[in-house]
């Protein structure tokens, strides 16, 4: 699906992405774990930008309009779907249709506020819902996602966790939350410093193990990592 060789990028002086290689195959799914700074955020964009024609993004940013509602905010997923004509009507006069679909995906997301309210009203964690309920209503095959429940006890983050699992045959997330990268994903990719230091099967790690990466441990050991990354 993507092979990504000696992938380097700067902004200004600070480089943020140094030499990176990897490969991603359709049906994976993938998290790419690291401090804060480590270029997390930056590889993610850079997959998203090599492979948009067939994924949805939901993004830290999250690129919400404030002043429309829940509704039409979760309903952009779809205007590349439609006409323009169909797309501004239905900005005045919601269709019947679109509001049955979205209002199931912001059920099946436990938005537990009207699809009518405008998102300048909506807490943190309504707001990354929101985010990634348009990204659901793209229905894409492939989900790529930076810390998109990074605003929810860890209870909600893995049910909807599961949710996008279920629904998208590859997906590639940014986590933070080391349990949920080695209990539902199938490979980890770990940054530090802008490198890869860990790429290798889920399976092969542990909580330990990660504790250890984030503590910039010189005795981590895992499974297929490039000499020297990690020291």
């Known amino acids: 699906m993507l092979d990504i060789s000696d992938l380097s990028l700067s902004f ?3 480089q943020a992405l140094d030499s990176i290689s990897l490969s991603i195959t359709s049906g994976e799914k993938i998290a790419i774990i690291g401090s804060s700074g480590s270029g997390k955020s930056t590889l993610i964009s850079y997959i998203y930008d090599q492979l948009q024609g067939s994924a949805a ?8 309009v404030e002043s429309l509602s829940v509704f039409h905010n ?4 779809a205007l590349g779907r439609n006409s323009a004509v169909y797309n501004l009507f239905n900005l ?21 506020c009207p699809i009518s309210q405008a998102v300048s ?9 929101t985010a990634v309920g348009r990204a659901l209503y793209q229905d894409m095959p492939m989900f790529i996602g930076d810390e998109p429940f990074s605003a929810l006890d860890p209870v909600m983050g893995k049910r909807l966790i599961n949710l996008v699992l279920q629904q998208h045959q590859t997906v590639i997330m940014v986590l933070h939350d080391m349990d949920m990268a080695l209990q539902y ?26 504790q250890a990466f984030y503590e910039d441990s010189t005795h981590f050991i895992g499974a297929s990592i490039e000499p020297a990354e990690i020291a």
Do not use: H, W
């Open 12 to 14: 200004g002086d600070k």
């Open 185 to 210: 994903f199938d490979r980890v990719i770990g940054l530090r410093d802008g490198r890869k230091c860990i790429d290798t099967d889920a399976a092969a790690l542990s909580a330990e193990m990660l």
């Open 74 to 77: 979760i309903y952009m997923g």
């Open 121 to 129: 009203q909506l807490s943190g964690g309504q707001r990354q819902r």
């Open 92 to 112: 005045a006069f919601p269709f019947k249709k679109p509001l049955l679909e979205v209002t199931a995906i912001a059920n099946s997301l436990e938005l537990d």
């Open 57 to 64: 993004y939901c993004s830290q940013q999250q690129g919400l």
